[in-house]
Structures are given as C-alpha cells and as structure tokens.
C-alpha cells in the first residue's frame, strides 16, 4: 500500500476511540526520528507517551537531542543503559511490558533497529497491542550484525511496516510480508535532514575553525569495527595517514572511546586527529554539510552525507541503505586495510546529479502520523 496523499491535511479528529500510542525510544538516532514524527502525531490529536529506555543516557548523546528538537520530555525514563545485549533488552523488556500494561495504547510505535526496538515490539505484541515500525524493511543481510537482527524479529512482530524506501519495501514483499502491512511512506530522516540541516555551526570546537578548513568527518562504533583489534588499528592507521594532508575531525561515540582505550589506540589516534565530544544532531548536520568527505559506520550518517551533498566512505562490508551506491554519493571499504581507506578517501568525488529520490519527498511523517490515526 503506498498512500500517497495521505496525510498532508488530515484535520484534527476528536475521537471516542483510544487514540493513544506509546513510542518506545532508547538511542540517539531515534530522538532524531522520533521528533519529527511526534510533532506529526500531536498536530492530528494523537496522544503520545513517551518510553525512553536510556541505553542512551549521557547528556550528550540523549538529552542534548530533547533539547535541541524541542522534543517533549518522555513521561518514563527507565535507565537501562549498558550490559550485555540480553541483559539490556529483557530488562527493558520487563520495565517495557509494565508501563504498557498501565498506559494500555492502542498501539505501539518503534524506531529502527536497536535493542530498544527490540524491547519494544516484544514486549508489546506479547500483550496483544499492536505494533507499528519506523524504518522497517532494511536488510543487511549480516546476522552477525545485532541490528540485523533487531531489524528482522521487529519486523516479523509487527502489524504497520513503515517503510523508507523502495529497497526496503522489496526486501519485505520477498519475505512473504502482506501488502497490507506494508506502508511505503519515505524516510523521516530525510524529513529531519531537510528541516534541520540548514542550520549554521554552533558548537565550540568547529566554530573556533572558522572558515572551515577542509575536513574529513569520521564517526565510527559499530562493534564489528570497534570490538576488533585489528580493524580498530588499521582504521585508526588510516585516519593518521590522512590526518598528515586534511584535517580530520572525530566526534567519539563512547563505545569507541573505551575500544581506543582498550586497544592501546587512544594516544597514537589523539596524538593527529581532532577528537571531539559527539555533537548534537544539528551541529552534526552542519558539520557533514562543510566535510569534504564523511567516513563512517553509521547507517544514518551514510544518508545524512548524501542528503547534504558530501560523498561518504563507508567502512562496512555492506549497507542497508544501497540508494547511496547506486547513485554514487556512498564507496564501501569492506577489507580494512589503511591503504584501501585512504584511497577511498582521496579518491572521493561528488556523483553526476540525479533526479531520483529514493527517500521521499520529506513528508515521511505527515503520513505516518495519518495512518496511524487512520487505523487507531
Ligand atoms: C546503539 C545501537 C546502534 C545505533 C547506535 C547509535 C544496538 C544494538 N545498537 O549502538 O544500532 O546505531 O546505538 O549510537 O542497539 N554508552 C555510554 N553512554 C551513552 C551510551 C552508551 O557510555 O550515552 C556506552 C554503553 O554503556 C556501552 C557502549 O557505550 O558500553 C555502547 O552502547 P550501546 O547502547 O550498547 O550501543 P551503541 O554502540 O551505542
């Protein structure tokens, strides 16, 4: 089903029914993701309760998004941050399945693909509360990746598939999913990109720069990256190389700092490269919008650079997000070596431009926010 007028102009509806839906959030991308589709949702008179899990919870890697994106404060806040994978999700689990038995929603909202979806979905289909998924579809094809897994269990629990993009629409149809559930709506990121990413620099460290020299931003934490040694050092090898010829600027993701830290990396990598704290959302879209190029793990990021015009290096043996490499904006490096890095690096240019749009055309949430109240 792809509704393509949904939504724009759907008036506020007071309703008898229970209009109430819980969205489950946990992780810096999904502040992001959530904002604009909570603005969405309260603009038709959906009422929204909010559960940050806290896997997320230094200030700035959490609050500063609440913040920022002037997103409500979530009425629960459960702290569960840190652990092992099962041990962070069944506690969330079991704080999770509490407040839905006290709020009972009419439905669920996750976002994504981390242990807080996960946390999310199940703890709400266990109960029989519907639930609707954001970003469902991507695929991988890496069970080695925890995402993937999330991703896949999510999507088999859910009963709205909101879907980013075509790719993952396809990817859904070939695993048997119903047309029915399925709702291509656009990526809200791309939403978020459009509606933030024109914001000038404010944060410290780059502003001191200014005019900005040219940069290569770096983010890196996905645990096949951070949680091998050797991957760790050659990345890290690369980044010092590069570091020789263009300023390198690397907001640290926590995770990568004790890897760093572990690995014996932190002051051969600090002794070149800017290490810098992680930026909010805003600050980050500006500071991929003036890189010269990004590298990066991350699967946001990677259309956060296309969107923004910068050509991004992926240090990944593959991405979900396949749009980017067919219309030349993202270069995977699958065999870490610090010589195919750099290359890649150097070798980066901006694609022929395109008239394709595979995201959508920014109104990923206005539709969301349109069935849900539809089907509520
Ligand atoms: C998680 C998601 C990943 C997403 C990423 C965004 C899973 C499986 N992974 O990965 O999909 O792309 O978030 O950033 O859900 N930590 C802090 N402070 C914080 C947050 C985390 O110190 O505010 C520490 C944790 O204690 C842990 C490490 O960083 O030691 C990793 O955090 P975790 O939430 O497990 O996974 P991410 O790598 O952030």
């Known amino acids: 089903m792809k509704p393509d007028n949904i939504g724009i102009s759907t008036p506020k509806r007071t309703m008898q029914k229970n209009n109430k839906i819980v969205s489950v959030v946990g992780a810096r991308p999904q502040f992001v993701k959530a904002a604009v589709v909570s603005d969405r949702m309260r603009k038709v008179g959906i009422d929204e309760v909010m559960i940050h899990t806290g896997q997320h919870y230094d200030a700035n890697m959490s609050e500063v998004f609440f913040r920022e994106l002037g997103i409500p404060a979530p009425k629960y806040n459960l702290g569960i941050g840190g652990g092992m994978h099962g041990e962070m999700t069944g506690r969330q689990l079991i704080e999770i399945e509490r407040r839905l038995m006290d709020e009972k929603p009419a439905a669920v909202l996750v976002y994504g693909d981390t242990n807080s979806t996960l946390a999310g979905a199940l703890a709400a289909v266990k109960i029989d509360i519907p639930v609707a998924h954001v970003e469902a579809g991507l695929r991988s094809f890496n069970l080695r990746m925890p995402e993937e897994i999330n991703r896949i269990v999510t999507d088999r629990l859910s009963a709205i598939l909101f879907s980013p993009c075509l790719v993952a629409t396809n990817n859904l149809r ?146 979900e997000w396949t749009d980017t490499l067919a219309l030349g904006w993202n270069t995977l490096v699958k065999d870490l070596d610090s010589d195919a890095i750099v290359r890649a690096v150097f070798g980066a240019r901006i694609p022929r431009a395109s008239t394709e749009r595979p995201y959508g055309d920014g109104h990923a949430a206005e539709r969301i926010a349109a069935h849900l109240l539809e089907t509520l």
Not at 197 to 202: D, F, S, T, Y
Not at 237 to 255: K, S, W
Not at 280 to 306: F, H
């Open 174 to 319: 070939a695993e048997g999913v119903a047309e029915s559930k399925i709702v291509e709506v656009g990526d809200v990121m791309y939403d978020a990109a459009l509606l933030y990413g024109g914001k000038p620099v404010r944060t410290p460290d780059m502003r001191g720069r200014e005019p900005v020299a040219p940069t290569v931003l770096v983010t890196i934490h996905r645990a096949e990256n951070t949680d091998d040694p050797l991957r760790l050092r050659a990345i890290v090898e690369a980044l010092c190389r590069l570091a020789r010829e263009i300023r390198i600027v690397f907001p640290l993701h926590p995770r990568t700092r004790k890897a760093l830290e572990r690995a014996q990396l932190w002051h051969e990598l600090t002794s070149r490269v800017d290490i810098i704290e992680p930026l909010g959302y805003i600050d980050m879209l500006a500071a991929v919008r003036q890189a010269r190029a990004v590298v990066t793990d991350s699967g946001g990021l990677q259309k956060e650079a296309y969107f923004l015009g910068t050509p991004c290096i992926t240090l990944r043996g593959e991405t």
